[in-house]
């Protein structure tokens, strides 16, 4: 590096230095959420619908409701 100038020096080893983004939550998440499809799929004996409800709580919590329904052969309802 240039030893010119230490402030940048000081800044990329801050940088460096600092910690990594915990994704735990998201990994954890996703994992249930594919333990929930499987979980459906032996359920309801094959293949299914899917619907999702989302909504953000006023403490910062992002909620995810999912319903699977057998799939009945019947067209998506369009929005």
Known sequence: M??????????????????????SAYHKALAEARQAFEAA??????????????????NGDYVVKWTFKRHTGEKPKSR
């Open 41 to 58: 799929e032996l359920a309801l004996g094959g293949a299914f619908r899917v619907q999702t409800k989302t909504k953000m709580k006023r």
């Open 2 to 23: 240039d030893e010119g100038k230490p402030e940048l020096t000081a800044l990329f080893k801050a940088v460096a230095e600092s910690p990594k983004r915990d994704n």
